[in-house]
Protein backbone atom coordinates (compact mmCIF):
# COMPACT_ATOMS: atom_id res chain seq x y z
CA UNK A 1 0.00 0.00 0.00
CA UNK A 2 1.31 3.73 -0.76
CA UNK A 3 1.42 6.40 1.74
CA UNK A 4 1.21 9.47 1.10
CA UNK A 5 3.75 11.94 2.98
CA UNK A 6 4.49 15.72 2.63
CA UNK A 7 8.04 15.44 2.19
CA UNK A 8 10.79 12.62 1.87
CA UNK A 9 13.89 13.42 2.12
CA UNK A 10 16.45 11.04 0.74
CA UNK A 11 19.79 11.23 2.53
CA UNK A 12 20.43 11.52 5.85
CA UNK A 13 23.88 14.26 5.77
CA UNK A 14 24.01 17.49 6.80
CA UNK A 15 21.54 19.00 3.64
CA UNK A 16 19.00 15.98 4.28
CA UNK A 17 19.15 16.39 8.03
CA UNK A 18 18.55 20.31 7.85
CA UNK A 19 15.77 19.86 4.91
CA UNK A 20 14.12 17.44 7.52
CA UNK A 21 14.17 19.55 10.24
CA UNK A 22 13.05 22.76 8.61
CA UNK A 23 9.95 21.06 6.74
CA UNK A 24 8.73 19.22 9.83
CA UNK A 25 9.36 22.73 11.87
CA UNK A 26 6.71 24.21 9.27
CA UNK A 27 4.53 21.63 10.01
CA UNK A 28 5.10 19.22 7.33
CA UNK A 29 4.61 15.43 7.22
CA UNK A 30 8.39 14.50 6.74
CA UNK A 31 10.01 10.98 6.16
CA UNK A 32 14.12 10.69 5.94
CA UNK A 33 15.31 7.81 4.06
CA UNK A 34 18.92 6.53 4.60
CA UNK A 35 20.52 3.28 3.20
CA UNK A 36 23.49 3.89 4.91
CA UNK A 37 25.00 5.51 8.43
CA UNK A 38 22.85 8.47 10.17
CA UNK A 39 24.81 11.65 9.72
CA UNK A 40 25.85 10.71 6.21
CA UNK A 41 29.79 11.52 4.96
CA UNK A 42 29.96 14.51 6.83
CA UNK A 43 29.39 13.17 10.28
CA UNK A 44 30.66 9.52 10.25
CA UNK A 45 33.74 10.11 8.12
CA UNK A 46 34.51 13.57 6.88
CA UNK A 47 33.93 17.48 8.33
CA UNK A 48 33.13 16.03 12.11
CA UNK A 49 35.84 13.18 12.51
CA UNK A 50 38.15 15.02 10.83
CA UNK A 51 37.81 18.08 12.78
CA UNK A 52 38.24 15.92 15.84
CA UNK A 53 41.64 15.25 15.07
CA UNK A 54 42.61 18.57 13.50
CA UNK A 55 41.78 19.97 17.35
CA UNK A 56 44.74 17.21 18.29
CA UNK A 57 47.09 18.07 15.07
CA UNK A 58 46.88 21.55 15.99
CA UNK A 59 48.06 21.39 19.82
CA UNK A 60 50.64 19.07 18.60
CA UNK A 61 51.86 21.87 15.87
CA UNK A 62 51.93 24.43 18.81
CA UNK A 63 53.93 23.23 21.06
CA UNK A 64 57.15 24.61 19.69
CA UNK A 65 55.97 28.16 21.19
CA UNK A 66 54.39 26.38 24.70
CA UNK A 67 57.89 27.07 26.20
CA UNK A 68 57.74 30.96 25.81
CA UNK A 69 54.29 30.72 26.67
CA UNK A 70 55.43 29.16 30.57
CA UNK A 71 54.15 25.92 29.25
CA UNK A 72 56.75 23.26 29.97
CA UNK A 73 57.19 19.71 28.58
CA UNK A 74 56.43 17.81 25.67
CA UNK A 75 53.39 16.45 24.11
CA UNK A 76 53.30 12.88 22.28
CA UNK A 77 50.72 11.94 19.55
CA UNK A 78 49.08 8.53 20.64
CA UNK A 79 47.44 8.31 17.03
CA UNK A 80 45.02 4.80 17.80
CA UNK A 81 43.57 6.85 20.98
CA UNK A 82 42.69 9.85 18.67
CA UNK A 83 41.06 7.16 16.46
CA UNK A 84 39.09 6.07 19.33
CA UNK A 85 38.13 9.81 20.36
CA UNK A 86 36.80 10.35 16.97
CA UNK A 87 34.80 7.10 16.82
CA UNK A 88 33.20 8.46 20.21
CA UNK A 89 32.71 12.03 19.05
CA UNK A 90 30.77 11.05 16.05
CA UNK A 91 28.89 8.17 17.70
CA UNK A 92 27.54 10.96 20.48
CA UNK A 93 26.62 13.59 17.96
CA UNK A 94 25.00 10.52 15.60
CA UNK A 95 22.72 9.86 18.90
CA UNK A 96 22.11 12.90 19.77
CA UNK A 97 20.82 13.57 15.95
CA UNK A 98 19.00 10.44 16.07
CA UNK A 99 17.16 11.72 18.87
CA UNK A 100 16.12 14.86 17.69
CA UNK A 101 14.47 13.52 14.09
CA UNK A 102 12.21 10.82 16.37
CA UNK A 103 11.34 13.81 18.84
CA UNK A 104 10.11 16.21 15.77
CA UNK A 105 8.36 13.05 14.62
CA UNK A 106 10.43 12.55 11.49
CA UNK A 107 9.41 9.19 10.03
CA UNK A 108 13.16 7.65 9.67
CA UNK A 109 13.65 4.56 7.07
CA UNK A 110 16.59 2.82 6.69
CA UNK A 111 16.41 1.24 3.12
CA UNK A 112 17.82 2.41 -0.29
CA UNK A 113 15.46 4.46 -1.78
CA UNK A 114 14.81 4.08 -5.91
CA UNK A 115 12.19 6.37 -7.87
CA UNK A 116 9.58 4.73 -10.04
CA UNK A 117 7.87 7.44 -11.20
CA UNK A 118 7.84 11.38 -10.81
CA UNK A 119 7.48 11.53 -6.77
CA UNK A 120 6.73 8.17 -6.37
CA UNK A 121 9.55 5.80 -4.80
CA UNK A 122 10.00 2.76 -3.04
CA UNK A 123 12.68 2.10 -0.45
CA UNK A 124 12.83 -1.44 1.60
CA UNK A 125 9.50 -2.76 1.46
CA UNK A 126 7.43 0.37 1.53
CA UNK A 127 6.06 2.55 -1.22
CA UNK A 128 6.14 6.15 -1.01
CA UNK A 129 3.69 8.85 -2.59
CA UNK A 130 5.56 12.45 -2.05
CA UNK A 131 4.26 16.05 -2.12
CA UNK A 132 7.90 16.90 -2.74
CA UNK A 133 10.82 14.88 -2.78
CA UNK A 134 14.71 16.53 -1.72
CA UNK A 135 17.51 14.27 -3.17
CA UNK A 136 20.27 14.26 -0.96
CA UNK A 137 22.26 11.35 -1.31
CA UNK A 138 25.76 13.30 -1.18
CA UNK A 139 29.33 11.82 -2.76
CA UNK A 140 31.28 8.91 -2.05
CA UNK A 141 35.03 8.67 -3.00
CA UNK A 142 37.07 8.33 -6.56
CA UNK A 143 39.82 5.90 -6.93
CA UNK A 144 40.92 6.37 -9.97
CA UNK A 145 42.11 2.69 -11.73
CA UNK A 146 45.80 3.26 -11.14
CA UNK A 147 45.15 3.21 -7.45
CA UNK A 148 42.76 0.03 -7.45
CA UNK A 149 45.56 -2.58 -7.92
CA UNK A 150 46.82 -2.44 -3.97
CA UNK A 151 43.37 -1.32 -2.89
CA UNK A 152 43.59 -3.25 0.43
CA UNK A 153 46.25 -0.69 1.47
CA UNK A 154 44.53 2.34 -0.64
CA UNK A 155 42.59 4.03 1.88
CA UNK A 156 39.57 6.53 1.16
CA UNK A 157 38.56 8.74 4.16
CA UNK A 158 35.83 6.76 4.28
CA UNK A 159 38.07 3.46 5.58
CA UNK A 160 40.36 6.22 7.47
CA UNK A 161 37.50 6.98 9.87
CA UNK A 162 35.62 3.72 9.76
CA UNK A 163 37.91 1.55 10.46
CA UNK A 164 41.24 1.58 13.23
CA UNK A 165 44.30 2.48 10.89
CA UNK A 166 46.54 0.33 9.56
CA UNK A 167 49.43 -0.57 10.84
CA UNK A 168 52.78 1.11 9.57
CA UNK A 169 53.67 4.47 10.03
CA UNK A 170 55.04 5.72 6.69
CA UNK A 171 52.02 6.90 4.88
CA UNK A 172 51.50 8.94 1.05
CA UNK A 173 49.24 11.25 0.72
CA UNK A 174 48.20 11.78 -2.32
CA UNK A 175 45.83 15.33 -3.45
CA UNK A 176 46.45 19.00 -3.55
CA UNK A 177 42.83 19.61 -2.59
CA UNK A 178 41.14 20.35 1.21
CA UNK A 179 41.37 16.10 2.03
CA UNK A 180 45.10 16.64 1.00
CA UNK A 181 46.23 19.36 2.82
CA UNK A 182 44.48 18.86 5.76
CA UNK A 183 45.33 15.36 6.26
CA UNK A 184 48.78 15.81 5.27
CA UNK A 185 49.05 18.18 8.26
CA UNK A 186 46.83 15.87 10.48
CA UNK A 187 48.30 13.02 10.10
CA UNK A 188 51.94 14.44 10.28
CA UNK A 189 51.16 15.70 13.58
CA UNK A 190 49.45 12.32 14.86
CA UNK A 191 52.92 11.00 14.29
CA UNK A 192 53.20 9.66 10.81
CA UNK A 193 56.00 9.98 8.17
CA UNK A 194 53.83 11.67 5.51
CA UNK A 195 55.16 11.82 1.62
CA UNK A 196 52.65 14.12 -0.20
CA UNK A 197 51.95 13.47 -3.77
CA UNK A 198 50.02 15.90 -6.14
CA UNK A 199 49.73 17.39 -9.60
CA UNK A 200 49.08 20.63 -8.88
CA UNK A 201 50.07 23.27 -6.14
CA UNK A 202 47.97 22.52 -2.33
CA UNK A 203 45.18 24.35 -3.39
CA UNK A 204 45.97 26.02 -6.39
CA UNK A 205 42.37 25.24 -7.87
CA UNK A 206 40.37 26.78 -4.87
CA UNK A 207 39.29 30.67 -4.05
CA UNK A 208 41.81 31.39 -2.18
CA UNK A 209 44.21 34.77 -2.62
CA UNK A 210 47.46 34.40 -3.39
CA UNK A 211 48.69 35.57 -0.18
CA UNK A 212 46.59 32.84 1.87
CA UNK A 213 47.98 30.42 -0.27
CA UNK A 214 51.95 31.33 0.59
CA UNK A 215 51.30 31.78 4.08
CA UNK A 216 49.91 27.94 3.86
CA UNK A 217 52.74 26.75 2.15
CA UNK A 218 55.06 28.51 5.01
CA UNK A 219 53.36 27.57 7.61
CA UNK A 220 53.25 23.66 6.46
CA UNK A 221 57.19 23.95 5.39
CA UNK A 222 57.46 25.30 9.54
CA UNK A 223 56.03 22.51 10.21
CA UNK A 224 58.07 20.43 8.41
CA UNK A 225 55.90 19.44 5.16
CA UNK A 226 56.54 19.53 1.70
CA UNK A 227 54.23 19.21 -0.92
CA UNK A 228 55.38 17.18 -3.83
CA UNK A 229 53.96 18.53 -6.92
CA UNK A 230 54.17 17.28 -10.57
CA UNK A 231 54.14 13.77 -8.27
CA UNK A 232 50.62 11.79 -10.00
CA UNK A 233 50.89 8.08 -8.93
CA UNK A 234 50.63 6.27 -12.54
CA UNK A 235 50.44 2.62 -11.13
CA UNK A 236 50.37 1.09 -7.48
CA UNK A 237 51.22 -2.58 -6.34
CA UNK A 238 51.92 -4.30 -3.39
CA UNK A 239 55.56 -4.45 -2.19
CA UNK A 240 57.39 -7.12 -1.10
CA UNK A 241 56.76 -5.86 2.16
CA UNK A 242 53.42 -6.08 2.40
CA UNK A 243 53.21 -2.20 1.39
CA UNK A 244 52.43 -0.24 -1.36
CA UNK A 245 55.29 1.08 -4.06
CA UNK A 246 53.96 4.33 -6.23
CA UNK A 247 55.35 4.25 -9.53
CA UNK A 248 55.43 8.37 -10.64
CA UNK A 249 54.68 10.23 -13.74
CA UNK A 250 58.26 11.52 -13.36
CA UNK A 251 60.00 7.73 -13.16
CA UNK A 252 60.64 7.65 -9.76
CA UNK A 253 59.12 5.67 -6.77
CA UNK A 254 57.88 5.95 -3.28
CA UNK A 255 57.19 3.53 -0.74
CA UNK A 256 55.03 3.51 1.84
CA UNK A 257 53.08 0.90 4.43
CA UNK A 258 49.64 2.73 3.21
CA UNK A 259 48.26 5.52 1.13
CA UNK A 260 45.33 8.26 1.66
CA UNK A 261 44.04 9.04 -1.35
CA UNK A 262 42.42 12.41 -1.06
CA UNK A 263 41.95 12.18 -5.33
CA UNK A 264 38.01 13.58 -5.57
CA UNK A 265 34.24 12.50 -4.78
CA UNK A 266 31.55 11.56 -7.52
CA UNK A 267 28.03 11.97 -6.76
CA UNK A 268 25.72 8.94 -5.64
CA UNK A 269 23.16 8.67 -7.83
CA UNK A 270 23.29 4.77 -8.80
CA UNK A 271 20.65 3.45 -7.34
CA UNK A 272 18.10 6.02 -7.60
CA UNK A 273 16.65 5.55 -11.32
CA UNK A 274 16.71 9.18 -11.58
CA UNK A 275 15.51 9.37 -15.17
CA UNK A 276 12.39 7.80 -13.48
CA UNK A 277 11.81 10.83 -11.98
CA UNK A 278 12.70 13.09 -15.02
CA UNK A 279 15.63 13.99 -13.68
CA UNK A 280 18.68 14.81 -15.75
CA UNK A 281 22.68 14.24 -15.15
CA UNK A 282 25.22 16.20 -15.97
CA UNK A 283 28.79 15.29 -17.82
CA UNK A 284 30.06 15.20 -13.79
CA UNK A 285 27.33 12.84 -12.71
CA UNK A 286 25.48 15.66 -10.60
CA UNK A 287 21.57 15.83 -10.75
CA UNK A 288 20.83 19.04 -12.99
CA UNK A 289 19.05 21.92 -11.13
CA UNK A 290 17.61 24.89 -11.40
CA UNK A 291 19.00 27.97 -9.01
CA UNK A 292 15.78 27.11 -7.10
CA UNK A 293 17.44 23.74 -6.47
CA UNK A 294 14.06 22.27 -8.85
CA UNK A 295 15.67 18.77 -10.61
CA UNK A 296 12.20 17.83 -11.41
CA UNK A 297 8.31 18.29 -10.97
CA UNK A 298 8.41 18.48 -7.48
CA UNK A 299 11.65 17.50 -6.81
CA UNK A 300 14.74 18.99 -5.73
CA UNK A 301 18.61 17.76 -5.28
CA UNK A 302 20.82 19.14 -2.70
CA UNK A 303 24.43 19.19 -1.53
CA UNK A 304 26.92 16.76 -3.11
CA UNK A 305 24.72 15.34 -5.18
CA UNK A 306 23.77 18.22 -7.71
CA UNK A 307 26.24 20.96 -6.12
CA UNK A 308 29.79 20.82 -7.46
CA UNK A 309 31.35 22.69 -4.73
CA UNK A 310 30.48 19.21 -3.00
CA UNK A 311 30.90 20.74 1.00
CA UNK A 312 28.50 20.44 3.69
CA UNK A 313 28.22 24.11 3.69
CA UNK A 314 26.61 23.97 0.50
CA UNK A 315 24.48 21.54 1.18
CA UNK A 316 23.26 23.42 4.25
CA UNK A 317 22.64 26.24 2.52
CA UNK A 318 20.76 24.41 -0.29
CA UNK A 319 18.23 22.69 2.13
CA UNK A 320 17.00 26.09 3.61
CA UNK A 321 17.20 27.04 -0.56
CA UNK A 322 14.98 23.97 -1.10
CA UNK A 323 12.70 24.06 1.66
CA UNK A 324 11.41 27.63 1.19
CA UNK A 325 10.84 26.95 -2.23
CA UNK A 326 8.52 23.78 -0.97
CA UNK A 327 6.33 26.17 0.94
CA UNK A 328 6.45 29.00 -1.79
CA UNK A 329 7.63 27.53 -5.58
CA UNK A 330 10.39 30.15 -6.49
CA UNK A 331 11.02 32.14 -3.51
CA UNK A 332 14.48 31.19 -2.74
CA UNK A 333 17.44 31.02 -5.20
CA UNK A 334 20.93 29.73 -4.77
CA UNK A 335 23.56 31.90 -3.38
CA UNK A 336 27.13 29.81 -3.74
CA UNK A 337 29.00 33.19 -3.25
CA UNK A 338 28.36 33.76 -0.22
CA UNK A 339 28.58 29.98 1.46
CA UNK A 340 31.60 30.31 3.48
CA UNK A 341 34.43 28.04 2.11
CA UNK A 342 37.33 26.95 5.02
CA UNK A 343 40.78 24.87 5.47
CA UNK A 344 41.73 23.17 8.43
CA UNK A 345 45.73 22.99 7.82
CA UNK A 346 48.81 23.92 8.92
CA UNK A 347 46.83 27.69 9.64
CA UNK A 348 42.99 27.81 9.49
CA UNK A 349 41.74 29.67 5.88
CA UNK A 350 38.47 30.77 5.41
CA UNK A 351 36.88 32.70 2.60
CA UNK A 352 33.12 34.37 1.68
CA UNK A 353 32.31 36.30 -1.64
CA UNK A 354 34.46 36.99 -4.12
CA UNK A 355 38.12 37.48 -4.78
CA UNK A 356 39.63 40.60 -6.64
CA UNK A 357 39.41 38.97 -10.16
CA UNK A 358 36.15 37.84 -9.97
CA UNK A 359 34.84 40.91 -8.67
CA UNK A 360 36.90 43.19 -11.60
CA UNK A 361 35.37 40.45 -14.05
CA UNK A 362 31.81 41.15 -12.77
CA UNK A 363 32.45 45.25 -13.69
CA UNK A 364 33.40 46.03 -9.81
CA UNK A 365 36.11 48.18 -8.76
CA UNK A 366 37.12 46.60 -5.67
CA UNK A 367 39.24 48.13 -3.15
CA UNK A 368 40.74 46.33 0.46
CA UNK A 369 40.71 46.73 3.80
CA UNK A 370 43.18 44.85 5.00
CA UNK A 371 44.13 44.20 8.59
CA UNK A 372 47.47 41.66 10.21
CA UNK A 373 47.28 39.35 13.37
CA UNK A 374 50.98 40.58 14.01
CA UNK A 375 49.84 43.05 16.59
CA UNK A 376 46.45 41.92 17.98
CA UNK A 377 46.46 41.61 21.50
CA UNK A 378 44.84 38.34 21.24
CA UNK A 379 46.35 36.66 18.79
CA UNK A 380 49.76 37.60 20.21
CA UNK A 381 48.47 36.12 23.67
CA UNK A 382 47.58 32.47 21.89
CA UNK A 383 51.14 32.41 20.19
CA UNK A 384 49.71 32.96 17.15
CA UNK A 385 50.18 36.13 15.48
CA UNK A 386 50.67 34.99 11.71
CA UNK A 387 47.11 35.30 9.68
CA UNK A 388 45.23 38.14 8.53
CA UNK A 389 41.77 40.09 7.63
CA UNK A 390 41.08 40.74 4.33
CA UNK A 391 37.89 42.71 3.16
CA UNK A 392 36.58 43.56 -0.40
CA UNK A 393 34.06 46.15 -1.04
CA UNK A 394 33.20 47.89 -4.35
CA UNK A 395 35.42 51.04 -4.28
CA UNK A 396 32.23 53.41 -5.87
CA UNK A 397 29.72 52.10 -3.93
CA UNK A 398 31.35 50.61 -0.48
CA UNK A 399 29.34 47.22 -1.31
CA UNK A 400 30.74 44.37 0.08
CA UNK A 401 31.98 41.93 -2.35
CA UNK A 402 34.33 40.03 0.40
CA UNK A 403 36.16 38.19 3.40
CA UNK A 404 38.93 36.32 3.51
CA UNK A 405 40.69 34.71 7.17
CA UNK A 406 43.63 32.97 7.89
CA UNK A 407 44.39 32.29 11.48
CA UNK A 408 42.82 30.20 14.21
CA UNK A 409 39.15 30.50 14.62
CA UNK A 410 38.88 31.71 10.51
CA UNK A 411 35.93 29.35 9.68
CA UNK A 412 34.10 30.89 13.00
CA UNK A 413 34.60 34.35 12.21
CA UNK A 414 33.81 34.25 8.48
CA UNK A 415 31.02 32.22 8.77
CA UNK A 416 29.06 35.03 10.75
CA UNK A 417 29.93 38.02 8.74
CA UNK A 418 29.01 36.29 5.38
CA UNK A 419 25.39 37.27 6.10
CA UNK A 420 26.49 40.72 6.62
CA UNK A 421 28.45 40.89 3.13
CA UNK A 422 25.76 39.62 1.51
CA UNK A 423 23.81 42.99 2.24
CA UNK A 424 24.47 46.10 0.52
CA UNK A 425 24.92 48.08 4.12
CA UNK A 426 27.67 45.50 5.46
CA UNK A 427 30.15 47.90 5.70
CA UNK A 428 28.11 49.88 7.79
CA UNK A 429 26.61 47.20 10.14
CA UNK A 430 30.69 46.54 10.64
CA UNK A 431 31.31 50.15 11.39
CA UNK A 432 28.29 50.45 13.64
CA UNK A 433 29.04 47.53 15.90
CA UNK A 434 30.70 47.14 19.24
CA UNK A 435 33.33 44.51 19.28
CA UNK A 436 34.57 42.42 21.96
CA UNK A 437 38.60 43.90 23.03
CA UNK A 438 41.00 41.74 22.88
CA UNK A 439 39.63 39.40 20.27
CA UNK A 440 40.69 38.56 16.49
CA UNK A 441 37.07 39.95 15.41
CA UNK A 442 37.73 43.67 16.31
CA UNK A 443 39.61 43.43 13.30
CA UNK A 444 37.03 43.93 11.48
CA UNK A 445 36.63 47.09 11.98
CA UNK A 446 40.07 48.21 11.97
CA UNK A 447 39.91 46.89 7.83
CA UNK A 448 36.16 48.52 7.65
CA UNK A 449 37.95 52.05 9.07
CA UNK A 450 41.26 52.00 6.44
CA UNK A 451 39.30 51.13 3.92
CA UNK A 452 36.90 53.67 4.36
CA UNK A 453 39.34 56.12 4.99
CA UNK A 454 41.58 55.14 2.44
CA UNK A 455 38.97 55.12 -0.36
CA UNK A 456 36.49 57.98 0.99
CA UNK A 457 34.22 54.95 0.83
CA UNK A 458 30.67 56.61 2.33
CA UNK A 459 29.55 54.21 5.69
CA UNK A 460 26.57 55.60 7.02
CA UNK A 461 25.67 54.06 10.10
CA UNK A 462 21.87 52.07 10.75
CA UNK A 463 19.37 54.67 10.83
CA UNK A 464 21.43 57.50 9.62
CA UNK A 465 19.71 60.29 7.56
CA UNK A 466 20.20 59.63 4.11
Same mark, same amino acid.
Given at each position: MKRNIDVVVIGSGPGGYRAAVMARQQGLSVAIIEGGSWGGTCLNRGCVPKKAWYDVARLMAGQRGFAARGIAGTLTADAAAAWEHQHRVSAQVRAGYVDYLDRLGIERIEALARFTAVRQLVAGTQSLSAGAVIVATGSCPLLPPALRMADARILTTDDLFDRPLPPGRRIAVLGSGAVGTEMAFILHHLGFSVSWLMGQPPMSRSEFSAPAQRLLLERLAASDITPRTGARVRQASVSGDGGVLLSLDDGSQVSADWVLAGTGRVPNTESLNAAAAGMMLSDSGHIVTDACCNAAEGTYAIGDVSNPAMTANHALADAAVAVRNILQPGSAKRADVWVP????? =???? $???????? !? !? &? !?????? =??? /? !? =? /?????? =?? $??? &???? /??????????GRPLGVEMAGPGAGELVGLLGPVFGSPGGLSTLAAAAYNHPSRGEECFNAVEAMAARWGLDLRLPGSAD
Open positions: EALYS =AIEL $ARTGLGED !A !A &E !AGGWEP =ATG /F !A =A /FALNPQ =AL $AEG &EPDG /FLRLLADMDS
